[in-house]
């Protein structure tokens, strides 16, 4: 069943003065519902149940469900009330996505792993980096791109005015693949729900994604990289540009100027 919109239950003969609060971030606060939004269809979400069965589950869940009759959210779990009674409820952390996470077996790659490489970075990061997996000098030590792919990235996104603390770098896949083969469907399908949850949790402005695996496993395309980067697509709600992998470049410089033009637009989506 999807769900319609309803007039809120307004009382026209209550003229009870109910205090405004002004969001911090008005485009902000879009931009998190609109990533949110997407991020339940690309999960495979198509409606809402509202039947008393999934309002049931929905309260097992620790979901807060409105009452209609008295315009509040009832508190199922934790929140902070604000003035007009209504309990929000804060939005799911890095960290809490990492503990979910946990020594993570889902998938074969788990076996010769030495370390998981969540990811790293500002957790409110406007620009989040995106590459396929870890390589051999990351799986060492748990933080991604730290090899001579990861030294040339550093160096792009200084050249961006930017810093590896200021951007949120990640994977598709958080375990090495063997022989830095691209990963599996199977083993992308376990990891890649938790990029998207951190995706959600830091809201940023733009994705760049680092060669064709990351790209073409975004924006579910079979598309070549070399004819995917230079324009801006959409994965869930945010602009992103693909462009080539360092490692790549490491190989191909001739192709930097080609990443520079991308880097480019992405610094105008930034700026504007």
């Known amino acids: 069943?999807?769900?319609?919109?309803?007039?809120?239950?307004?009382?026209p003969m209550d003229a009870t003065p109910r205090p405004l609060r002004?969001?911090?971030?008005?485009?902000?606060?879009?931009r998190q519902v609109r990533s949110s939004l997407a991020y339940l269809k690309?999960?495979?979400?198509?409606?809402?149940?509202?039947?008393a069965e999934g309002l049931a589950t929905l309260a097992r869940l620790g979901i807060p469900q409105r009452d209609m009759r008295t315009e509040t959210v009832l508190p199922v779990d934790q929140g902070t009330p604000t003035e007009t009674g209504v309990v929000e409820t804060m939005p799911e952390t890095l960290d809490a996505?990492?503990?979910?996470?946990?020594?993570?077996?889902?998938?074969p790659l788990s076996r010769g792993r030495s370390h998981i490489v969540f990811g790293e970075g500002d957790p409110r990061a406007r620009l989040v980096f995106v590459g396929e997996g870890p390589g051999f000098e990351e799986d060492r030590c748990g933080h991604p791109f730290v090899g001579p792919a990861g030294q040339l990235?550093?160096?792009?996104?200084?050249?961006?005015?930017?810093?590896?603390?200021?951007v949120y770098i990640a994977n598709i896949v958080k375990c090495r693949p063997p022989g830095n083969r691209n990963p599996e469907p199977d083993e992308i399908r376990c990891c890649l729900p938790f990029l998207k949850r951190q995706l959600a949790a830091i809201g940023p402005q733009a994705i760049c994604t680092l060669g064709?695996?990351?790209?073409?496993?975004?924006?579910?395309?079979?598309?070549?990289?070399s004819r995917l980067r230079g324009?801006?697509?959409?994965?869930?709600?945010?602009?992103?540009?693909?462009?080539?992998?360092p490692a790549?470049?490491?190989?191909n410089p001739n192709k930097k100027r080609e990443v520079w033009e991308d880097v480019q637009k992405i610094m105008k989506t930034l700026t504007a």
């Open 1 to 11: 069943m999807i769900l319609q919109p309803r007039p809120r239950g307004i009382d």
């Open 22 to 30: 002004r969001p911090a971030s008005v485009v902000q606060l879009l």
């Open 42 to 51: 690309a999960s495979g979400c198509t409606g809402f149940d509202c039947s």
């Open 97 to 107: 996505i990492r503990a979910d996470l946990g020594e993570c077996t889902r998938c």
């Open 153 to 166: 990235l550093t160096k792009i996104i200084a050249a961006m005015k930017l810093s590896r603390e200021t």
């Open 212 to 225: 064709g695996v990351a790209a073409q496993t975004l924006l579910e395309s079979k598309t070549p990289i």
């Open 231 to 245: 324009r801006f697509h959409e994965f869930m709600g945010i602009p992103l540009m693909p462009t080539f992998h």
């Open 248 to 251: 790549f470049l490491l190989r």
